[in-house]
Every structure is written in structure tokens, then in C-alpha cells.
RNA sequence: GCGCCCGUAGCUCAGUUGGAUAGAGCAUCUGCCUUCUAAGCAGAGGGUCGCCCGUUCGAACCGGGCCGGGCGCGCCA
């Protein structure tokens, strides 16, 4: 409603200029020179058109303001605006300041209260294909914080794109081949062996983690032979034994963490399938391949990259770029038309070879976007816990959530951009989970429904909303209004954190307004009129924690 | 050396096609429960937006150069 309010406005004033200034060079984009201001005194929307156009006019960016609005009121009627703004004000330097009517409010209200759940959805998306990767952790090990933030975020971006009309698919890619699978085999083989009282040196590279030692402990006890001279030290079947445990324990993790996956791909399957050999003789047909020093290479160069990549190393096996390249020729060929990759930092310099990879294949750059989303450092105890797979020190996305919950910590994982690395101190999400910024906004709905529930009201929508005029009351509504064009902010900017931030917003004004006015009391209408402001704050509270998946409660 | 991200209040961070007096949370201090949930609210203090030039009516934001922090630059994955 407001949002549509904005863009007429928008088209309103380009439309004035032209009829205006008709020789204008200037190209106004429509709603681009509208903004919500910062400060309320200057009106509910405004617009710095007059200060865009000074200059080429050649006059004060003032007089301008004031012939736009002079047309702007003459034809208010025709421009569609008269109902809706009360009052239009010119203040220096030239800003235009347009203040909403009651009637733009009270129909905010009614929209929320008819859509309910669905209000804030839209057609965005258009039906359109899209594809989010994210997580692909190897098997190699239980799931860091790292993965826990990219989870929240691939997660709950998959959600809110859905509720904004694109068709979502949600992407575990496994790597359960390669060099990595390899050195957890012989991990859990060297275990095994060291279980069974022939210790031998363990790999440099290896996975120290104790749960290496699990692994090779229930491989013992599912094997039996008890000499070691009959068993077959195939490092594969320890590898394959380890890779299939580890990626339970990361299923486990992600349902635990309330993270759901539609498709599951491991890479040995593309392999099976020929996909990774096939893609190498798809690029050389089309030109894009070369051979140099034994190796087989492909020209990135041509597609912006800063240097060439190697596909197939000089002993004949790939490297980890080719089957990537085949998993996105598969993922094109299953009809996405949007593939979102998220990535962690030690990533962002594949993103030019993958893009490079996508043009060759005949894609557009942009059908492919990388998210790279910043390291999550945990703190315990006020010291930052160090991190290595390898060594085996790190903290597990399970015990975050043993320790803290899932609400809490999905919560916490989108509280920074993702471009901004993030602290997280374990002790304090915890310890002081009464001033925790989730349970702020879970306490807003939870007294709203208990106001509610001590109404007894459960039929809204005939209250006389005009009743409502406390600058408390206005603030909360309109703010109500914007939640449609938050969640095309997160879409925008690829990233939930504008949603997370604009609940918190939401939740600071009910509280205020919760303050300063009771909902029941003696005034019987105005009651009414309160249960249905209320109401609607509920439910776009609601709306937003469903869309990233933290709960809802009645009461706390 | 090259590339990417970052530098804003004591701390953690918002501020995104340049806009009006730069904001929030935490921490500190002061008030508010006989009334719909105090997991809340109100108020106070706290700033050379890393530094210097430039672009213009106007720069935290754009450009250039420095300083500082993180990450990446492999026939590893």
C-alpha cells in the first residue's frame, strides 16, 4: 500500500517535471529521487528531484521545489494523490516533503488484517528458477560456525525469495572426492590401526579431531576380524566409510539447526556420470582449451579472469575447478535461470574463474551470484576459540546449538551484513540471553498476544482506525507498511540482515507505543481500534521470524 | 607485489544509485512496576566517520594517494 503509494508519487513527479520543464535533459527514474526521510519532521516520504535538477536549470533548487509542488496541488486529483497526502512542504535546500493522509494508514491496517500471512508477499520473483548453494561442507568433519552462518543465511534468503514469488531450491553440493576424502581415509585408517595396538605415524595432514577416533572404533566393531593381517587397508572404503558417517552427523546438524535441504548432489555422482570428463571436451569444441606443459587448460582469460586455470593436471586427474564447472552445467541444464552460491571468504578469489567458467558454458555473468559471506569468530569466555579442522580444534555448530538453542543462534548468525565478519561470544548469547535482541522481538509478540487473548477479540477489521492519532500509534503503522519493501531490500542486497534489522525496528516501536497507551481500556472503540493496530504488528511480527525460521511464542 | 573485504561512540555494528542536526544495541549513569508480561520504557553522557587531496550547491558514501586490520593469489580443495 505504501509502497505503491511511493511509486506513484514517484511517477507523479516525473511526470510534473516534463510538464513543467518540457527541454529538460535531466532522465528521472521513477521512484529513484524518493526516499523515506531519517528525520519525521521532514514529512513521510520525500524527494530531492529539485536539487537533482538545479543545475541544469540554472535556478534555486527552491523556486523549483515550489513550482513542483504548486502543479503537484493543482492537479492532485489527477495525479491520484489527493486521498492520500494531506500536505505537501518546500524546505531549504529544495527537499519536497510529502506527509501521508490518515486514510493511507487505516488501509495499511485493513490490508495486513485481510492478508495476514501473506501479507508482505509478492510477485518479485516472477516464477523464476532459482538455485541457492550453500553449506557444501565437505565430509571431512563436523560443521563449523563458518557453515552455521552461511546455513542461516542460505536459509533464510530461501525463504524470503520464496515468499517474494521466485521458485527456490535449496543445495547441498557433497565433495566427497578428491584429495580431502583421501586424507580422511588415512585418518581413520591410522586410527584404526593405533586402536588396535600397531600405532603408526599419523599423517601430517590428517584430521585430528576425536571424532576420527570414533569412526575408526565403529569400523572396528562392525568389521570383527580381529587380526590385523586380514584386514584389507583399501583407503577408500575407510574414506567412503567416513565420508557417509560424517555426512550423517551434518544432516543431523542442519535439521537440528532447523535448515532444510531440497537436493542433495554429491560430486561422485557427476563423476559416475561422466559429466566432469564431458565438460572438458564441451569447452574444447568450443574453443576454450589449451594444452601447455601436460596439463590441459582453460582460457579464463577470455572471460575477464586474471589468469588461466588448469582443468586436468599433468598426472591426468582433475582439478577441483573441472567437476565444478560440470556442476554448473548441471545445475543450467535442470532449467535454473538464477544460480546463488555462498561462499565463505577463503573462496572469493574462484569467484573469476567460476564466472568465467559460467560465460563459457553460454551463460550471462549474472546468472551466477556469489555471496561470500565473512568469517563468524566465537568467543568464549571473552577469548576468540581457535579454529582448524585439521587440528581438530574448533567448536561444532552442534554444541553452539546444545549450548544456546537454534533461535537463538540462527538469530545471531544474521545480526551483521555478511560482508562483516561477525563475533559471537558463546558465553554471552547465553548468559545474558535476558537483553538477547531475539527475545526483544519474541517479547513484542508474546505480550501482544496476551493482550489479545485477554480481549477475548478474535474478529478484527471493524474497528474505526481514524480513532488512532497518537504519534505512537502513527510510527508503529507506518512502519507496519514498509515490511513489504524490506524483504526486497534482502533480496537486493542478496543478504537477510535488512529483515532482521527492521524487526528489531518494529519490535522497539510496539514496545514504545505498549508504554505510552493501553490497548484495553474504558473507551470502548478506541479498543478496538488498538486490538487491530496490535494485531497487525503481530502478525508482520510473525510473518518476519517465520521467514527466518526463529519461533514464535504466545507467551514468555 | 597484485586482487577482494573492512576501518563510523569505550565495545559490536547500521547508515547502498551523494542530501536535511551521522544512528542503534551493549556497557556506564539517572528515573519508571497497585494499571494489558519490567525479557519493557524514558532520559543523560559519549564522534577529527583512519589520514590527506580532489569532484560539487552538498561527501561517512564517488575518485586518487597514503596508514592500519583480515583474506586470497597452487597442476590444493
Redesign the pocket.
Known amino acids: 500500500m505504501i509502497r505503491d503509494l511511493k511509486a506513484s508519487i514517484g511517477q507523479a513527479l516525473d511526470d510534473t517535471l516534463k510538464q513543467i520543464f518540457p527541454d529538460l535533459n535531466f532522465n528521472p ?1 521513477t ?3 524518493i526516499e523515506i ?3 519525521k ?3 513521510d516520504l ?1 524527494s ?1 528531484l529539485a ?2 535538477v ?2 541544469e536549470l540554472k535556478k534555486s533548487p527552491v523556486e523549483i521545489a515550489h513550482q513542483i509542488r504548486t502543479y503537484l496541488n493543482n492537479n492532485s486529483s489527477k495525479l491520484g494523490l489527493s486521498e492520500y497526502i494531506h500536505k505537501i512542504e518546500v ?1 531549504p ?1 529544495g ?1 519536497i ?1 510529502f506527509f501521508f493522509s490518515h486514510k493511507i494508514l487505516g488501509e495499511t491496517i485493513i490490508e495486513i488484517l485481510t492478508k495476514k500471512d501473506n501479507f508482505g508477499k509478492n510477485d518479485l520473483g516472477k516464477s523464476k528458477k532459482v538455485q541457492i548453494e550453500f553449506v557444501s561442507a ?1 565430509p571431512t568433519g563436523p560443521l563449523s560456525v563458518a557453515h552455521a552462518r552461511q546455513a542461516a543465511v542460505g536459509d533464510s534468503l530461501a525463504n524470503i525469495m520464496e515468499f517474494l514469488g521466485f521458485k527456490v531450491t535449496r543445495e547441498f553440493y557433497i ?1 566427497d ?4 576424502i583421501r586424507i580422511l581415509g588415512l585418518s581413520i585408517a591410522s586410527r584404526y590401526k593405533e586402536l588396535l595396538g600397531q600405532p603408526e605415524e599419523f599423517p601430517s595432514d590428517g584430521y585430528k579431531g576425536s571424532y576420527i577416533y570414533d569412526l575408526a572404533k565403529e569400523m572396528i566393531e562392525s568389521s570383527k576380524p580381529k587380526k590385523i593381517e586380514e584386514i584389507d587397508f583399501n583407503i577408500d572404503l575407510f574414506s567412503e566409510f567416513g565420508a557417509s558417517r560424517i555426512l550423517k552427523i551434518i544432516k543431523k546438524e542442519l535439521e537440528d539447526f532447523k535448515v532444510k535441504f531440497d537436493v542433495w548432489t554429491p560430486q561422485s555422482q557427476l563423476s559416475k556420470k561422466g559429466e566432469v570428463k564431458q565438460i572438458v571436451e564441451f569447452l574444447r569444441k568450443k574453443g576454450f582449451i589449451y594444452d ?4 590441459v587448460w582453460f582460457r579464463s582469460t577470455d572471460f575477464g579472469d586474471d589468469k588461466d ?2 582443468l586436468v ?3 591426468g ?1 582433475f ?2 575447478l573441472t567437476p565444478d564447472i560440470a556442476y554448473h552445467q548441471d545445475k543450467f541444464k535442470r532449467g535454473f535461470e538464477w544460480v546463488i552460491n555462498i561462499w565463505g ?6 569467484i573469476g574463474r567460476l564466472k568465467a567458467a559460467v560465460q563459457a558454458l553460454g551463460r550471462k555473468k549474472d546468472d551466477l551470484s556469489v555471496i561470500i559471506v ?1 568469517l563468524a569468530t566465537l568467543f568464549k569466555d571473552g577469548s576468540p576459540v581457535p579454529m582448524s579442522t585439521r587440528a581438530g580444534q574448533y567448536v561444532t555448530l552442534q554444541e553452539v546449538l546444545d549450548e544456546i538453542g537454534p533461535d537463538v543462534s540462527r538469530f545471531f548468525f544474521l545480526m ?2 555478511v ?5 559471537f561470544d558463546l558465553s554471552l548469547a547465553k548468559k ?4 538477547n ?1 531475539v ?2 522481538i519474541q ?1 513484542a509478540h ?2 501482544i ?3 489479545i487473548k ?1 480481549s477475548g477479540k478474535v474478529d478484527f477489521k471493524k474497528a474505526d482506525i481514524s480513532l488512532l492519532h497518537e504519534p505512537e500509534e502513527l510510527d508503529l503503522v507506518k512502519l507496519l507498511g514498509q515490511f513489504p519493501q524490506e524483504l526486497e531490500a534482502c533480496v537486493k ?1 542478496l543478504d537477510p540482515y535488512n529483515l532482521v ?1 527492521y524487526l ?1 525496528q518494529l519490535a ?1 516501536l510496539f ?2 507505543f ?7 481500556n474504558e473507551n470502548h472503540k478506541l479498543m478496538l481500534a488498538r486490538l487491530d493496530l496490535v494485531e497487525g504488528t503481530r502478525l508482520v511480527l510473525a510473518n518476519g521470524l517465520k521467514l527466518l525460521n526463529v519461533s514464535i511464542p ?3
Open positions: 527514474q521512484q529513484s529521487n526521510p531519517n528525520d519532521t521532514h514529512g520525500a530531492n536539487l537533482k538545479c543545475k524546505e535546500p527537499f516533503n565437505n565433495n572426492e578428491g584429495n580431502q601447455k606443459d601436460g596439463a586455470r588448469v593436471k599433468s598426472d586427474t582439478t577441483y571468504p577463503d573462496h572469493h578469489g574462484y565473512q551483521r551484513r560482508d562483516s565478519h561477525l563475533d545474558e540471553s535476558s537483553e535482541p527475545y526483544y517479547y508474546a505480550r498476544a496476551s493482550i485477554k542486497m534489522s528489531q522497539g514496545h514504545k505498549y508504554d505510552t497507551h493501553k490497548v484495553i504466545e507467551k514468555m
